[in-house]
């Protein structure tokens, strides 16, 4: 089984419309959880970091379930510029400890 | 925030030569920085782990032969692609935290990413 799983999707949705991704991590271990972009061709950058409690920012909601060890990206009223691919990243916790990525999952918001 | 510097961005190359990529923490201190790959389509995948004044530490069915990597200062690793094949054409990226190990939830901070083609 992968460290982190997401459906690769690709999501092709209108403008205006709510979609979500969903992750999962199989190391009971991890403590910290990230959303990233990665936009073709480009290094990925941090969407946002994921919380115990929920986190939500502008547009963007962020969920963690420790039991299920599962986390889900919600994003509202999508954006032409949303389209990216999106990254589910999971590492144990400190500085030093390995980041790893899941798959993506590739958005792409129509006109 | 903090600023990772990956050089150069894009190089090509014959089969049999060796290729070095830099990656530099332009204002903090890095004691660890991850190197990664990524085929067309694909994943970022880890490739080893560089460690400051020690040996790097390889993902498994990475040679370590081939991708040498040296982290000779805190603020400063590189990767040589030794004898690189058409095979090893790939998108290079190396990324380090802006923290100190005891931090919890710290960003991963990334380089511009290398392109290498091996013609």
């Known amino acids: 089984r992968k460290e982190v799983e997401q459906d690769p999707g690709p999501f092709n949705v209108p403008e205006g419309a709510t979609v979500a991704f969903n992750c999962t991590y199989s190391?009971?271990?991890?403590?910290?959880f990230f959303w990233y972009r990665q936009d073709c061709r480009k290094e990925p950058k941090l969407l946002m970091s994921v919380y115990s409690s929920g986190n939500e920012d502008g547009r963007f909601t962020a969920q963690l379930n420790r039991a299920s060890q599962y986390i889900s990206l919600l994003i509202r009223d999508s954006k032409l510029s949303d389209s990216a691919t999106y990254l589910c990243v999971v590492s144990n916790g400190t500085s030093y400890d390995k980041v790893i990525f899941g798959p993506g999952t590739s958005l792409s918001v129509i006109p | 925030g903090a600023v990772v510097s990956q050089h150069p961005s894009r190089v090509i190359c014959k089969s049999g030569t060796s290729v070095k990529i830099e990656c530099r923490s332009l204002d903090f201190q890095a004691t660890t920085m991850f190197w990664y790959r990524q085929f067309p389509k694909q994943s970022l995948m880890l490739m080893a782990t560089s460690n400051e004044g020690s040996k790097a530490t390889y993902e498994q069915g990475v040679e370590k032969d081939k991708f040498l990597i040296n982290h000779a200062s805190l603020t400063l690793s590189t990767l040589t692609v030794t004898s690189a094949h058409p095979e090893d054409s790939s998108f290079y990226i190396c990324?380090?935290?802006?923290?100190?190990?005891?931090?919890?939830?710290?960003?991963?901070?990334f380089g511009q990413g290398t392109r290498l083609t091996v013609v």
């Open positions: 990324s380090a935290r802006d923290h100190p190990r005891q931090a919890m939830n710290t960003e991963a901070f």
């Open positions: 190391n009971s271990a991890s403590q910290s």
